[in-house]
Nanobody, 127 residues
């Protein structure tokens, strides 16, 4: 499984960016896909996630009403639309896959330890 993020960049506060995650070798089934971010000196945190086997989603409280994650099943892509960006959104953003999320108590999970496959990350800088 390979994941490749794109769409990062530098933007002024209040602006928008759309991140994409292209996947290969992934069979869409009951797994979950998520977006995580890691700022300098901070732990990686879950931003948004969705369940490929249903409609459940997760959003961190800090991004609700501003970020939306979606998927394109035909092209095996995951997206993160980020609006009203704030300087505190500055981080490296990663997409990841949790292939076993269908058996977890909470679906999708926001715990990065539950995610097995990761992209290389894309930098988002908000000034």
């Amino acid at each position: 499984v390979q994941l490749v993020e794109s769409g990062g960049g530098s933007v002024r506060a209040g602006g928008s960016l759309r991140l994409s995650c292209a996947t290969s070798g992934l069979t869409y089934g009951s797994g979950c896909m998520g977006w995580f971010r890691q700022a300098l000196g901070r732990e990686r945190e879950g931003v948004a996630a969705l369940w490929l086997g249903g409609s459940s989603t997760y959003y961190a409280a800090s991004v609700k009403e501003r970020f939306t994650t979606s998927r394109d099943n035909a092209n095996y892509k995951l997206y993160l639309q980020m609006n009203s960006l704030k300087p505190e959104d500055t981080a490296t953003y990663y997409c990841a896959v949790d292939p076993a999320c269908g058996v977890r108590a909470v679906i999708p999970s926001s715990d990065p330890l539950n995610y097995e496959y990761w992209g290389q990350g894309t930098q988002v800088t908000v000034s």
